[in-house]
């Protein structure tokens, strides 16, 4: 696979800072051309989704590419430290699905939709009752509901315009995303 560089992403704005690949991550050769890769789209993304308007982010947001300790977590968003973590171990395609529904929670935070206050999380400003102790009660969570509901759109929409930028081929869409 050609590697995605940095250099070849054309919407700058973003500091390159924000985005960083753990260390674990970097020492682990199977991964490390691909969490590479994971931190340019994850970038790509987060810049993309603010300058069209997609979502409403906040300037600060850190993008962290590493493994996840849970078998089946691709990612999740840390609201107090406004970071996105990333697990690059999965298809590109479920990446960028899951960088979106992680910058959705980002958003619901940063709008005040969603929001912690002690150890009740509020919706709306309504105290949710719903812990999410298992996976379909997760899903049910409405932030959620919401947050799945918009992932796979705001993804297609980022995989279109990395392809209009030149940021990834037509034939690199094709082989690693299918479609």
Known sequence: MSVIKKSDYRVTSIKTSAVYVSAASKNDKAIKTRSSNVAVLAAAAYQILRDEKLLVLSDDVIIRVAKTKKVNNKGAYYAEAKVVVVDPRWSYESIMQTICHEFVHAEQYYEGRLKWEGNTQF???????????TYS?????????????????????????????????????QTYIGQ
């Open 123 to 133: 919706w709306n400003d309504i105290p949710s009752r719903n812990k999410g102790t």
């Open 137 to 173: 009660t997760y899903r049910q969570m409405p932030w959620e509901v919401e947050a799945f509901s918009r992932q796979d759109s705001l993804a297609e929409q980022v995989w279109q315009k990395l392809i209009a930028l030149n940021v990834i081929s037509l034939e690199w869409y």
